[in-house]
């Protein structure tokens, strides 16, 4: 027989802590098998109540989610009504539910809890890429969310969003001439910005937190110039080839080849030498069709590679920067020879990392049989041993190991 919902509610608030997580777990299981028309509809009344702070889970998400196995009309009203009600994590949870369904209805409610609680702070920013797999969805969701760019919690995410329905041609650049000039102008105020924190000599100054942290979108929004009309647009675009972050003359340019605009061969040579740009660069430069005129000095498995490592370990949470050296030291083939790994040693200048020396990292694998390609698996990874602890092959096997042991 199923356990009361109310009984679980109350054993909710209990104060014995294994009560209180017996009930969650009772929760998910009655959620599981559905709970009635009425039942969701008092998990949903019972969310919008006051909870006490609970160190594992949040009551209120734990209800939301209960109550939003299925959709109904009347509970999706209730939320539209009662949004601010729920805790901060039952709010993200229904959004996430929105997010699941991923179709017209869900992208109608999406907008409506934009329309009532984005500005008020309640309504979470959350990643909109799940949208992009229905075209009813993206039509309700283009132009409407760009309404909303004016917040900068929501801005980011937004752009990302209509960039992705640019690329896949799901919508068309039509769609966004009314926004090119506002688009535009907060793109160019941002550039002046950052375009004040370059430095003449060295790249240290693109790790920095003032520039890295406008970096991501600043390339979004010269992504997304390859989708706006006007001489302006491509005058900033050119403009953009003269900065000396590779990433920001990576995408200018890529989004001036989208316009049909000539790049010179000796700029696009000189950002697929730079490392940290050069598999993006080819990567675009496929997808719009022109990989044939990527220079072949860097059209190989190790040159990939390189940019790979490099890429990896600008991870804030690994290295955070380029390193300053690269080498590579040895490769590793296995499966008969058609999976190759790359072996490097890495180190960086910088204070909190000049003390550790030469480190040891692996980029791949690659699958050395087929044309040279930009993916190479998902063994790249650097313990950060140091190079003189072991030998190559222990390293390699090393690093594998750990990477292995992550995997499974």
Known sequence: MAIPLELIIADLRDEKEEVRERAAVRLTARADQRLTRCERRRALEAATEAWPEIEFFDPSSLLVQAALTRSDASNWTFVLDRFESFSKEGRARAISRLLDLKNKRAA?????LLERYAAGGAMPAPSLTDFLQSKKAINVLIPALLSYTHL???????????????????????TMVPYACRLLETYQAMRERLRALERPAGDDWIWEEDYIDHRGTLTLFLDLMGFLPGEAVIEALEEALTSRDGHVRCYAALSLMRHDRHVPVDVVTSIAANAHARNKLFDGMQRIGRSEQFPSRYFSYEAFAESQMVDWLTYPTELGRTPDELELMETFDQEDDEERYYLYR????????????????????????????TYGGAGTFSNFEAWEKNTPRQHFEEITGMVARFLN
């Open 108 to 112: 109608t409610i999406f907008m409506s």
């Open 152 to 174: 900068e919690k929501f801005a980011f995410e937004i752009h990302l969003f209509v960039l992705g329905a640019l690329q896949k041609k799901l919508v068309s650049w039509r």
């Open 346 to 373: 890495f180190r960086s200048g910088h204070p909190d990392w000049v003390d550790h020396g030469w480190m040891a990292a692996i980029a791949g694998p690659y699958f050395v049989l087929e044309s040279p390609d």
